[in-house]
């Protein structure tokens, strides 16, 4: 039976509850147990699939399909354990699943409560798999005190009374801002926050305060007294240069032995931390610095490439180099030339997205790329960007476009080398979509098997002609252009198992020039970089050394 521990955030949001879980986990991982971590969001969305990036950052998708919170992807890269749709929930998909029992009369008539019915059905969430692993680490999302999130603190206050006795504990994630003018760090916001979390029934076992420096002994005794918490209980959350030096700092602060501690789990096995130090090594001892350039439309919130950003940084840790990140706005070039924003950079990178605005500056740097010889990388929409512009610039198709921009303006305007996606197949079945079905879910989600094309600069990179990488996309390259494309030097070199539908194009004449229909971002890690990620800055690295 798996022990559990629920991380819970008070004072402000955004104080890094996901990446404190996830350190947790690696540190959990390091002593030779087992985990699993799981994300419940209070939120009334059923998935983040629908919202916006400027709303909520990006959306991870895990191998079974799921649309998640970024958290999951912090979940991943630090554990390396594989998340699945169970292991995240919000309050959207609670209420959904109970008012669907409520119409199919599974209640018998009675009413429908908060308590138990809604609680319940999150207690029921929670123990999923319960005997697969040593421990459950359950991040809530917002901050006590939040009215949606309410139900979850219910829900987990209840189940760790539902349990034997020392098989749940909580850990509480605040804020200790420091006033300048005073010369103090505060400890009063933190007090408040464990007094709301106390008033709905739940103690605190381990305090995981944010600070810019340490805490001071009397201000640790303070908090441990006012908190009703052990002085070694609280640990100090330092800011990083880097979220990869989390584990290794948080061992430092003594937040594993707390969290043993608490279980009464004694004697504790030895962690072997040596691949947090080989990681925080590459880090922080790089031998030169690359500059790549993301060309995208939501520049101004960094978290909605994030899986990118952090791939890129794995991609570096490999070949023992420093990535310098540009966030370019794609709209700056619109209808501009791309060379003033592009000169300069080793690589570009141009992602994912939806809808039309940016896309014809992704084209033109998809251009630039392609002509001025850097190495470019175009991830799902950046992929059919790339298509597009070979399309129009080589192949002579003037009027190349893409349907999703023809069905948003209302009006046919592009010759549509890509298309609406109808109809794929899906392990052993087929699936059908139309233009006009819901937005949520419904896209090509998941993993999927794709075959390389032997020779091939991808099977190369690689190592071998049969892969899986998660997809999240409704538009896709149509197979029809792919003759009159690979006429004008554009190579299809990878493809679904059946033929149909193209995952990967590169210009063989292009020293590093490939787009993915997939998003490999999602499956890298820092002890485990993405090949194309690691081949991508191998080859900025070398143009960084010729210029």
């Given at each position: 039976m798996a022990r559990y521990i629920f991380i819970t955030g008070g004072v402000v949001s955004s104080l890094g509850k996901g990446l404190a879980s996830a350190a947790l986990g690696a540190l959990l991982q390091a002593r030779g147990f087992s985990v699993r971590l799981r994300k419940l969001d209070p939120y009334l969305n059923v998935d983040p699939g629908t919202m916006s990036p400027f709303e909520h950052g990006e959306v991870f998708v895990t191998d079974d399909g799921a649309e998640t919170d970024l958290d999951l992807g912090h979940y991943e890269r630090f554990t390396g354990v594989a998340a699945r749709k169970t292991d995240s929930v919000s309050s959207g998909r609670v209420y959904s699943t109970v008012l669907e029992k409520e119409r199919r009369g599974d209640y018998l008539g009675k009413t429908i409560q908060v308590?138990?019915?809604?609680?319940?059905?999150?207690?029921?969430?929670i123990?999923?798999?319960?005997?697969?692993?040593d421990f459950m680490l359950c991040e809530i999302g917002g901050t006590v005190g939040d009215i949606e999130g309410l139900p979850f603190f219910e829900a987990i206050r209840q189940f760790s009374q539902d349990k034997p006795r020392g098989q749940c504990i909580f850990m509480h994630l605040t804020l200790l801002p420091y006033i300048k003018a005073s010369g103090e760090l505060k400890t009063k916001p933190?007090?408040?926050?464990?007094?709301?979390?106390?008033?709905?029934?739940i103690a605190p076992d381990i305090l995981v305060c944010r600070s810019e420096g340490p805490i001071p002994v009397k201000e640790r005794e303070k908090l441990a007294l006012f908190c009703n918490v052990r002085p070694e209980s609280v640990i100090a959350a330092q800011d990083l240069s880097?979220?990869?030096?989390?584990?290794?700092?948080y061992h430092r602060e003594g937040m594993d032995q707390a969290v043993l501690d608490a279980f009464q789990i004694s004697p504790a096995p030895k962690p072997d931390l040596s691949k947090w130090e080989d990681v925080s090594d590459r880090i922080h001892n790089a031998e030169g610095e690359v500059k790549v350039a993301i060309v995208g439309k939501y520049t101004q919130l960094e978290d909605a490439y994030k899986s990118i950003a952090e791939a890129l940084t794995h991609g570096g840790m490999a070949n023992r180099v420093r990535v310098k990140i540009e966030w370019v706005d794609a709209e700056l070039f619109d209808n501009a030339d791309a060379a003033p924003h592009l000169d300069g950079f080793h690589a570009?990178?141009?992602p994912g997205g939806f809808?039309?605005?940016?896309?014809?500056?992704?084209?033109?740097?998809?251009?630039?790329?392609?002509?001025?010889?850097?190495?470019?990388?175009?991830?799902?929409?950046?992929?059919?960007?790339?298509?597009?512009?070979?399309?129009?610039?080589?192949?002579?198709?003037?009027a190349a476009g893409s349907e999703?921009?023809?069905?948003?303006?209302?009006?046919?305007?592009?010759?549509?080398?890509?298309?609406?996606?109808?109809?794929?197949?899906?392990?052993?079945?087929?699936?059908?979509?139309?233009v006009g079905d819901d937005k949520g879910g419904t896209m090509r989600l998941g993993a999927y098997d794709a075959t390389l094309k032997e020779g091939s600069r991808v099977a190369e990179v690689y190592g071998r002609t049969a892969i899986d990488e998660r997809h999240r996309h409704r538009y896709e390259v149509d197979i029809a252009y792919r003759e009159q494309l690979e006429r004008a030097g554009l190579c299809f070199s990878g493809m679904s198992p059946d033929g149909k539908l193209p995952?990967?194009?590169?210009?063989?004449?292009?020293?590093?020039?490939?787009?993915?229909?997939?998003?490999?971002?999602?499956?890298?890690?820092?002890?485990?970089?993405?090949?194309?990620?690691q081949d991508f800055v191998r080859a900025a690295r070398d143009v960084s050394r010729l210029v």
């Open positions: 308590i138990p019915h809604v609680t319940n059905e999150i207690k029921d969430f123990n999923i798999g319960d005997d697969e692993v933190t007090q408040h926050s464990v007094k709301e979390l106390r008033s709905i029934g880097t979220i990869y030096d989390a584990p290794l700092a570009i990178v141009v809808g039309e605005r940016g896309t014809e500056g992704k084209i033109k740097a998809a251009e630039f790329a392609r002509t001025h010889k850097v190495p470019y990388l175009g991830i799902c929409l950046g992929m059919q960007m790339a298509v597009i512009e070979a399309a129009r610039n080589v192949a002579g198709l003037k999703e921009f023809d069905h948003e303006a209302g009006k046919k305007r592009f010759e549509p080398v890509v298309y609406h996606l109808k109809e794929w197949v899906q392990g052993n079945h087929k699936v059908e979509r139309k995952e990967i194009v590169e210009w063989s004449d292009h020293p590093w020039f490939i787009g993915v229909q997939f998003h490999p971002e999602l499956k890298s890690k820092p002890f485990e970089p993405h090949p194309l990620f």
